[in-house]
């Protein structure tokens, strides 16, 4: 089913708490119903303001969504619960907003991109997700989810930020359009940008998937698997400013560990960054 545009209206903002945390990642639900309540509370805050703020650009008519996983029924149904939500959203022209536990939460989303040939992913993670090694199993894991992906015609995913030193380069060109380290986007930052948008440029509707591993643990704290030498949060703002907010469906975030956070320096983090894309949409609008 193809995705609509984005309109770019902030009246369409669809928040989903997606709080999956099955196979890998315990402990990650709680991080995405934390970011949802995070949300609510910057909409109750509007309500509560009596002058005019920035945040008239996005927050009258945002909506949040928080699925439950608390009866086997729920449980099983996972992917594709998560996908007809997100079907919905897309159909209904609404920018979506999708907050998982763990990566492999994320899935449902990526699955309904792929099933536009006209849209394509953003994706930023400090691993690439087509696992198999030895102790790999071949079944769906949160390790190797983007090789179960069926995509309408070859793969439109960028990659950028890996730090994985095993990946075979046949395998990345399996699965991937296009894959830009952390080392290579630190070290030219400006010919990162340029890449993605020759590339973006193709596509008509443009999701953006962060696994929050994609930063540096010493810049961001409360991530369930931290890998060194990432990337900080202003070079993740100024990739996604960069691209066209008419263009992107979406921003889905996942693997936010509370039990990893210190003071809830992560926590802040992740709500100001999507607080600052709402508000960038939404102003960009106007």
């Not at 303001?49 to 969504?65: I, N």
């Not at 998560?82 to 763990?102: D, I, M, P, Q, T």
Request: proline share 7%.
């Amino acid at each position: 089913m193809p995705v609509p545009p984005s309109s770019g209206d902030p009246s369409g903002n669809r928040v989903v708490v997606f709080p999956f945390d099955s196979f890998g990642s315990p402990g990650t639900s709680d991080g995405a119903r934390l970011l949802g309540d995070s949300i609510r509370e910057m909409l109750a805050d509007f309500r509560r303001e009596t002058v005019p703020t920035r945040s008239l650009a996005w927050c009258p008519t945002t909506r949040v969504t928080e699925v439950g996983f608390d009866a086997p029924g729920e449980l099983s149904r996972w992917r594709t619960r998560g996908r007809k939500l997100a079907e919905r959203a897309f159909e209904r022209g609404e920018h979506l907003v999708w907050l998982s536990g763990n990566h492999l939460g994320s899935l449902p989303v990526l699955e309904a991109v792929a099933a536009d040939p006209r849209a394509g992913v953003v994706h930023l993670d400090a691993h690439i997700d087509i696992h198999r090694f030895h102790d790999s199993v071949s079944d769906l894991s949160h390790g190797n989810f983007l090789r179960h992906i069926n995509w309408d015609g070859p793969p439109r995913l960028i990659h950028l930020g890996n730090r994985d030193l095993l990946q075979p380069e046949i395998d990345k060109n399996r699965f991937l359009t296009a894959e830009i380290s952390a080392e290579a986007w630190c070290g030219d930052e400006a010919a990162t940008l340029r890449q993605v948008a020759t590339i973006t440029r193709g596509w008509d509707r443009v999701l953006i998937d962060l696994d929050v591993d994609l930063f540096d643990p010493g810049w961001m704290p409360g991530m369930a698997r931290p890998v060194p030498f990432g990337v900080t949060g202003w070079q993740v703002w100024r990739l996604l400013r960069s691209l066209p907010p008419e263009k992107v469906v979406g921003i889905a975030l996942s693997e936010y560990s509370p039990a990893q956070d210190r003071d809830d320096r992560g926590l802040e983090s992740l709500a100001w960054l999507l607080e600052r894309w709402l508000l960038h949409r939404g102003e960009s609008a106007e």
